[in-house]
């Protein structure tokens, strides 16, 4: 790495062709599935691209690169838990489901919705903010910082001090 940051291109090609490997070994580690291994190597590669500057070559290349790829591993596994929450994989158990909802299930629902709105309404602007980037609009912490223009750590602080906010509220301690 240190060869490909004072720009020889070929170290540069060798050191992102020989990091897939263990890349690939990260990503399984945290759980991704063989389908998805791919696209961990694709983030993780294009994330080291990005911040190839900040690498400090007194320290371990495959520590710095594993630590990228576990948490692009994580952030696959976040958009996978995101897509099957929104897709019915069984057309079948969808209508018997469907066929027993009625509609006090559905108004006890909207009501729950709308007291949640309410809820986070409430909320002091930067926590209301982390709570609409990162869970309504399901954003990565990344594009959330970008949108709002507020670092990655004072979006996790807001989100974790709004959600025990909810909690309580919602659980009648407010």
Not at 25 to 50: S, Y
Not at 68 to 91: C, K, N, P, S
Not at 94 to 103: F, G, K, L, P, T
Request: glycine content about 6%; overall charge positive.
């Amino acid at each position: 790495m240190g060869a490909a940051q004072a720009g020889d291109q070929r170290a540069y090609a060798r050191l992102l062709k020989d990091s897939v490997a263990l890349i690939r070994a990260v990503a399984r580690r945290q759980g991704v599935a063989v389908d998805a291994l791919d696209d961990v190597v694709q983030e993780t590669l294009l994330t080291v691209h990005r911040v190839r500057h900040t690498f400090d070559p007194s320290r371990s290349y495959d520590a710095w690169l594993a630590a990228i790829a576990a948490r692009r591993a994580i952030d696959v596994l976040r958009g996978q838990g995101r897509r099957d929450r929104r897709e019915v994989h069984d057309e079948h158990a969808y209508e018997m489901h469907a066929d027993r909802e009625d509609a006090s299930a559905d108004a006890e629902r909207a009501q729950q919705a709308l007291r949640l709105r309410k809820a986070i309404d409430t909320l002091p602007p930067g926590q209301r903010e982390a709570v609409e980037q990162l869970g309504l609009k399901e954003r990565s912490l990344a594009e959330a910082a970008v949108q709002t223009g507020r670092n990655t750590g004072a979006l996790k602080v807001n989100l974790h001090r709004a959600l025990k906010s909810l909690r309580d509220r919602l659980n009648g301690e407010s």
